[in-house]
C-alpha cells in the first residue's frame, strides 16, 4: 500500500507561482511513475504532467507545456510540479498519483492509468 500526501497549495495571483509537492510512503518510490491531475469545480479530473520512474521521461498537458515542471528526488521519496505563470484557469484540486509499472511518461496521461491517489491540494489563481 503506498499513501500519497500533496502540500504547497494556495492563493496565488496570475502570473505567480507555486511548487505542489507529493510525499510517498514505502521504500519502492523510485520504481513508480508518478503524476499530478486537477480537478476544478464542475469539471472532470484531468491530467497535468507525468514522470516516469527514473525521471527520464515527462510528458504534459498541452495546457500547462512550458509553464508547469514535474520533476522527483528519489531520495526524498517526493514529486514535485512547479507552476509558473499561473492564470485563473488552473484554479482547481491538484492530486498526485502513483503507478507501480516500469512505464514511459507517455502511458501515464490518463487516469487508469494510476494504482495510488493522495488527497489533493487546493490551488486558487486570482485575477
Known amino acids: 500500500q503506498v499513501q500519497l500526501v500533496e502540500s504547497g497549495g494556495g492563493l496565488v495571483q496570475a502570473g505567480g507561482s507555486l511548487r505542489l509537492s507529493c510525499v510517498a510512503s514505502g521504500r519502492t518510490f523510485s520504481t513508480y511513475g508518478m503524476g499530478w491531475f486537477r480537478q476544478a469545480p464542475g469539471k472532470e479530473r484531468e491530467f497535468v504532467a507525468a514522470?516516469?520512474?527514473?525521471?527520464?521521461?515527462?510528458a504534459y498537458a498541452d495546457s500547462v507545456k512550458g509553464r508547469f515542471t514535474i520533476s522527483r528526488d528519489n531520495a526524498k521519496n517526493t514529486v514535485y510540479l512547479q507552476m509558473n505563470s499561473l492564470k485563473p484557469e488552473d484554479t482547481a484540486d491538484y492530486y498526485c498519483a502513483a503507478n507501480y509499472a516500469p512505464l514511459t511518461a507517455v502511458a501515464l496521461t490518463t487516469r487508469s492509468a494510476y494504482n495510488y491517489w493522495g488527497q489533493g491540494t487546493q490551488v486558487t489563481v486570482s485575477s
Open positions: 514522470i516516469n520512474w527514473s525521471g527520464g521521461t515527462t
